[in-house]
């Protein structure tokens, strides 16, 4: 199997929710960065679900915080659902647990825009 990585993006309840699968590594970052930064044009309130994820390196990792940082200097906020037990591992290891808003699943996320 190829080492891909998919971006699908849908609106659920005026959240912008970008679901990952595969691998975000350094071959994948940019790819995530520049499709961010197009939907950042239009909505500001970001929901990741990584259900899908099965890796995630430091580049990769780096690219999610540009993507929080970013939504944040606009005025919205970046929010992870459904870590893997890979992907949350490298969380743990690099607590970038401490920087982001992680729940554990998509609603949750979501309904966390509404308050």
């Known amino acids: 199997m190829a080492c891909v990585m998919e971006i699908n993006v849908y609106e659920k309840s005026g959240v912008m929710v970008i679901e990952l ?59 992870l659902a459904n870590l893997t037990p890979k992907v949350q591992m490298i969380f743990e290891i690099t607590r970038a647990y401490r920087v982001f808003d992680i729940y554990d699943n998509l609603d949750a996320a979501v309904a966390a825009f509404q308050t």
Request: proline share 0%; aromatic share 10%; hydrophobic share 35%.
């Open 21 to 79: 699968s595969g691998r975000l590594d350094a071959e994948h970052a940019e790819k995530l960065r520049t499709e961010f930064l197009k939907l950042l044009e239009k909505y500001r309130n970001f929901a990741v679900d990584c259900t899908k994820m099965e890796y995630l390196d430091s580049t990769g990792l780096g690219a999610m915080v540009f993507c929080m940082k970013s939504s944040n200097e606009y005025g919205g906020a970046l929010r």
